[in-house]
């Protein structure tokens, strides 16, 4: 018995129209979504030069006000969903710095939640004053 060939129209309509719809649901739904913004407070490439430490706040629609702390590969943009290893519930500076011997050290400060604060990041150990 020979198998019947299924249309190319109706093929397309099971194809294009649930990836249609999947499409339209994404982008309404990113559209509700606050955009975030980043904004570098401070880069310092490391003594090696392998990394810039970059000091900078997150904001995404009506977030407070945050601090955080990232190493990216040198001259490259925070992105978006950068995992910082570091992070204050509050507009404060760290005035973050490479020490001498390659490690990090941060100012955490006396006012506002410390929300994450890792002894160590890509290998590279931190000291908070």
């Known amino acids: 018995m ?3 060939k299924m249309p190319v129209a109706v ?4 194809t294009v129209g649930p990836a249609l719809a999947i499409g339209m649901t994404l982008w309404l739904v990113s559209d509700m979504l606050p955009p975030c913004t980043i904004t570098e407070a401070q880069r310092l490439t ?12 997150r904001a995404c629609g009506d977030t407070p006000p945050n601090t955080q702390a990232v190493l990216v590969p040198p001259g490259e943009l925070v992105p978006f969903d950068a995992a910082s290893f570091v992070s ?16 990090i050290e941060i100012t955490l400060p006396e ?5 994450r604060s890792d002894p160590a990041v890509a290998g590279i150990d931190v000291t908070y004053r």
Do not use: H, I
């Open 111 to 115: 006012t506002g939640e410390v929300l």
């Open 2 to 4: 020979p198998k019947a």
């Open 88 to 103: 204050v519930a509050a507009d404060v500076d760290l005035a973050p710095r490479w020490t001498a011997q390659g490690t």
């Open 46 to 57: 490391a003594p090696d030069g392998e990394f810039d430490l970059v000091a900078f706040s």
């Open 11 to 14: 093929l397309l309509a099971l």
